[in-house]
């Protein structure tokens, strides 16, 4: 996937947000033709945490967070289905985080979807 160049930098500083908080970096934009992309999987305490990054330099189009609207959950379940049995991974608590950055700014957003997914 082409990330612009705000993206790249982005997810850049979510990852050095996440080592910074303990958590262990496993992966990072993996892809899935049809299902979506997933652009960090981390691990922290025992839980597997699927992270939508959302950079933006303003607010011109809205906040960060609401670029992640229904179908963009959807697509990031899927994702995470396939990842999980790609790995035939089983009985691991998971979570769904989203990380935005504004102006080198991190707000973590831990288990963002909770309650969204009908």
């Known amino acids: 996937m082409n990330i612009d160049g705000e993206g790249v930098k982005g997810e850049q500083r979510a ?9 262990n970096v496993l992966d990072r934009n ?15 305490r025992g839980v597997l945490v699927f992270v939508e990054v959302k950079s933006r330099s303003s607010n011109d189009y809205g906040e960060a967070v609401e ?21 035939d991974i089983k009985d691991k608590d998971i979570r769904f985080d989203v990380i935005t950055v504004k102006n080198d700014v991190v707000e973590h957003i831990p288990n963002a979807f909770y309650g969204y997914w009908n």
Do not use: M, N, P, T
Not at 35 to 42: F, M, S
Not at 67 to 75: E, H, L, N, P
């Open 30 to 44: 993996v892809e899935y033709a049809r299902r979506g992309e997933i652009d960090i999987v981390c691990e922290r």
């Open 15 to 23: 990852v050095e947000y996440l080592l910074a908080e303990g958590y």
């Open 67 to 87: 670029a992640v609207d229904r179908a963009k959950r959807r697509k990031l379940l899927r994702a995470a289905e396939a990842y999980l049995s790609e790995r």
